[in-house]
Nanobody, 114 residues
Framework: QVHLVEFGGGPVQPGQSLRLSCVVSGITVTTNPMDWYRQAPGKQRDLVGGVNVDSTTYTAPSMKGRFTVTRDSVKNTVYLLMDNLTTDDTATYYC????????WGQGTQVTVSS
């Protein structure tokens, strides 16, 4: 079975950084595309960025330069590094893989507030 479990969310102040982790089991992160989405209250779920099988990464244009996706093959974990957070980044962040029917984690809440 495929399981994605996110960690690392919480309250932060504007301008701070945060690293989210997605621990993956049932598949390997190096042979499957992995990505991150986020969903703010009352809004649709949007793509944040991801890492391809060939290890290339991509980030949504609105977050480029602040957000970076990486992966660790030993820990079978995908990370989302977020810098210079703003209140607009407040959302629930989800790990996802499009493999098969698509699998989602349960999400981790990030709240940016002063």
């Amino acid at each position: 079975q495929v399981h994605l479990v996110e960690f690392g969310g919480g309250p932060v102040q504007p301008g701070q950084s945060l690293r989210l982790s997605c621990v993956v089991s049932g598949i390997t992160v190096t042979t499957n595309p992995m990505d991150w989405y986020r969903q703010a209250p009352g809004k649709q779920r949007d793509l944040v960025g991801g890492v391809n099988v060939d290890s290339t990464t991509y980030t949504a244009p609105s977050m480029k330069g602040r957000f970076t996706v990486t992966r660790d093959s030993v820990k079978n974990t995908v990370y989302l590094l977020m810098d210079n957070l703003t209140t607009d980044d407040t959302a629930t962040y989800y790990c996802h893989t499009p493999l098969g029917p698509g699998y989602w984690g349960q999400g981790t809440q990030v709240t940016v507030s002063s």
